[in-house]
């Protein structure tokens, strides 16, 4: 009875399974870097994004007022005053406290502690502290390590200073048009170009047709970093050299194969009989081509649209190799985010933002063309 048409299958739930452990696992580190990217840099490093909502328990070290401010009474040396307001920071609510960076959680506020010979100092939970000495104290004041509940905080500081640098070469501001400069460009091009190949391919009976099937197929193999180097000096001996032009032309030729493979696979399986009825009523090939092949074949066009805005958008050795960005004029985002990587080290909160900033259009584009993704790479692939 399984294989009776209309039954379910018996693995319909490993299947489901499967597709939900797909889906978190691609929804789970992107949600993570968006509460990255609002989150400042001591949170990150104090907790996960998971607990971005939630108190975290942060280590800070501060100090007692200077030693100018000591007072003697009953025949010791005394300090008062507030660790936070030393600091000049807002306060926060101590769990626990020490004098030593190797046991920070020595004592809980209200315990008494002794830093030195004859000294001995008091921390309550607001930040006030007492600190006596039996000898008038010298040098900066007491160092205090606190431990206290951090509130959950956001900001949009980080946006800010991605997307506003005042830097022009540090700006991802100025990387985002550059890339959609690159981008937009080089997915139209070959979607241009490609359409008329597929229908050529499809529909048009001409000697070497199935030689040329064949050549497209087997280029979706040939790994593209095999092209760079003769490429690129093809591009210098005929003058159009490292730019926007030489880009888009690399990504045109790197794309052009999947895209006439595709689209030719989508026309083949459009209805013979619109085809020729069309050609009775004296149709020439190319008014076939945009009255009728065009209109019908756009899930194919998304679909490979989608492909290639996504494979430019997120590419670096192309934009390296056929980009000239000492000045940082064309820099695009992925080259950017490397930068910001190699200049800025442990600011995870700036590297988060500016890396969903880099994935921000691709997944408004996903999503508002991806029902057209599943009509335009399954067709054909069934009669």
Known sequence: MDNIAGTKSSLT???????????????????????????TADQISSSGWWKSMFPAEQTLQLRTAGTDEAVQADGVWVIEGNLYDVEGIDPLP???????????AAFVPGDEAAPGDGETMVVQENGDYVYTSAEEPSGRGQRVFVTASVPPEFTLDNYEQVLFSGNTTDSMAKAFFN???VTIPATIIPILVAAFAAYALAWMDFPGR?????????????????????????????????????????????????????LRNYMVGLPRDIIENAKVDGATDFQIFTKIILPLSFPALASFAIFQFLWTWNDLL????????????????????????GTRGGNWEILATAAFVSIAVPLVVFFAMQRYLVRGLLAGSVK
Do not use: C, N
């Open 94 to 104: 101590i769990s626990t406290w020490g004098v030593s960076s190797r046991d920070v």
């Open 318 to 341: 192309v934009a390296i190799v056929f980009l000239i960005d000492a000045t940082g004029d064309t820099t695009v985002m992925t080259r950017q985010i490397v930068e910001l990587l």
């Open 179 to 181: 890339t959609l400069t």
């Open 13 to 39: 739930w490993a299947v489901h399974i499967s597709v939900a452990l797909l889906v978190l696992l691609w929804v789970f580190p992107t949600v993570g870097l968006l509460v990255s990217s609002f989150r």
């Open 210 to 262: 199935a030689l040329l099937i064949a050549a497209i197929v087997a280029l979706l193999v040939v790994p593209l970093q095999l092209a760079l180097i003769p490429l690129l000096k093809l591009h210098t001996d005929i003058g159009i050299g490292k730019g926007y032009v030489g880009v888009w032309l690399a990504h045109t030729g790197f794309g052009m194969p999947l895209a006439i493979y595709l």
